[in-house]
């Protein structure tokens, strides 16, 4: 009969395979900063074209399959919730053309 330390061992693999685990440890790092994020000091809003960098790096990430440092972005990225701080389509051009 297996023992808990195989069990776990086997589990582990299991989660790191199908990449709950690393999804799970990128998670928990962001909780962690955000945690240690301190509310009362505001960040300040971010330029137009600071947005259009986060998200070129965004999709940098996810093109390259770095989807944990990707998840750790997007959990850290205030910028979508700011209220009019959106990417307008003639940004959504530019992004296509670097995808080419």
């Known amino acids: 009969m297996a023992n808990v330390t195989e069990l776990k ?4 693999d299991t989660l790191e395979k199908k990449g709950v685990l690393g999804h799970l440890r990128a998670r928990i790092r962001a909780e962690v900063f955000n ?10 809003s ?3 074209e600071n947005l ?9 990430l996810e ?3 770095y989807k944990y440092t990707a998840s750790v972005l997007i ?10 701080k959106n990417t307008n389509s003639e940004d959504v051009r530019i992004s296509q053309a670097v995808k080419k």
């Open 52 to 60: 259009l960098i986060n998200e070129l790096i965004r999709e940098y």
């Open 75 to 84: 959990a850290d990225d205030h910028l979508r919730k700011e209220e009019g």
């Open 9 to 12: 061992a086997v589990l582990k």
């Open 63 to 65: 093109f390259n399959k």
């Open 35 to 44: 945690a240690l994020d301190d509310d009362r000091e505001p960040r300040p």
């Open 46 to 48: 971010l330029s137009h």
